[in-house]
């Protein structure tokens, strides 16, 4: 069962853009469950709905416009992959947080493989779920942590603030995760950066020593940024990825 302590008093507040509380969208058809995460999430000052199966997540999502979504994979009508897939179809951004009873690596990296942001196994701790949110809000323009800049590397741009990035002037779209990988690797041009690095910085803990999901969100990242095109992101065999200007 999940358990809640009272959240650190420094713990920032988040806010949408405008000032307004944060949407998080709950799926999960455990009336206990749904009921506890809810109570947790209101308690950050977060705005929250609940729905009990995928096609109510559906709706509500396109309802509501969440700003994450906790998703369990098990649902009565239709899993979370499913459920992903149609959000996706209507906010190709929305960060999302999977919830599973499994803890087998092939099935943490299926629901990341489908296109979820993260995950957490049941059963959790409430504080983690938190932060886990967090973690992928920061991720978004829901809140940004340093004001945004413009990044430029080659023919390569990122604007933190709209987070929109092109490549030789061509718009490329990247999911909340992609983002925060690519713009890791474009803060620091030219140097390697292992994939112990990596985890830390962009999943902000370490992901149970699953390095494939960093060689995972690296492939991700290639097909969008390299693909046609003269590479900028290299593996160095045995230390780990760069990112530099095509030569």
């Not at 590479?231 to 030569?247: C, E, F, N, Q, W």
Request: no cysteine.
């Amino acid at each position: 069962m999940p358990t809640r302590q009272p959240a650190p008093a420094s713990a920032p507040a988040l806010t949408r853009p405008d000032g307004s509380p944060v949407r998080v969208l709950v799926v999960d058809d455990e009336p206990n469950l749904t009921e506890l995460l809810s109570m947790a999430l209101r308690y950050e000052g977060w705005e929250v709905r609940t729905a009990a199966s995928g096609m109510a997540a559906v709706r509500s999502a396109k309802e509501f416009g969440p700003d994450a979504v906790v998703l369990d994979m098990m649902l009565p009508d239709f899993d979370g992959m499913e459920v992903l897939r149609r959000m996706r179809g209507e906010d190709p951004n929305v960060p999302v947080l999977f919830l599973t009873a499994k803890d087998a690596v092939e099935d943490r990296v299926a629901g990341l493989t489908a296109g979820g942001d993260d995950y957490v196994t049941k059963p959790f701790s409430l504080e983690e779920v938190v932060a886990r949110l967090r973690a992928l809000m920061r991720r978004t323009a829901v809140a940004s942590d340093d004001g945004g800049s413009l990044l430029v590397v080659g023919d390569l741009t990122m604007d933190e603030d709209s987070h929109e990035v092109t490549r030789g002037g061509t718009e490329i779209q990247l999911t909340a995760t992609e983002f925060e990988l690519l713009r890791y690797l474009m803060r620091n041009p030219k140097r390697v950066l292992s994939k112990a690095q990596i985890l830390d910085r962009v999943w902000n803990y370490d992901f149970g020593g699953q390095a494939n999901v960093v060689e995972l969100y690296i492939s991700y990242l290639r097909k969008k940024i390299d693909v046609g095109r003269a590479p900028m992101i290299h593996t160095m065999r045995g230390v780990g990825y760069v990112l530099k200007p095509a030569d």
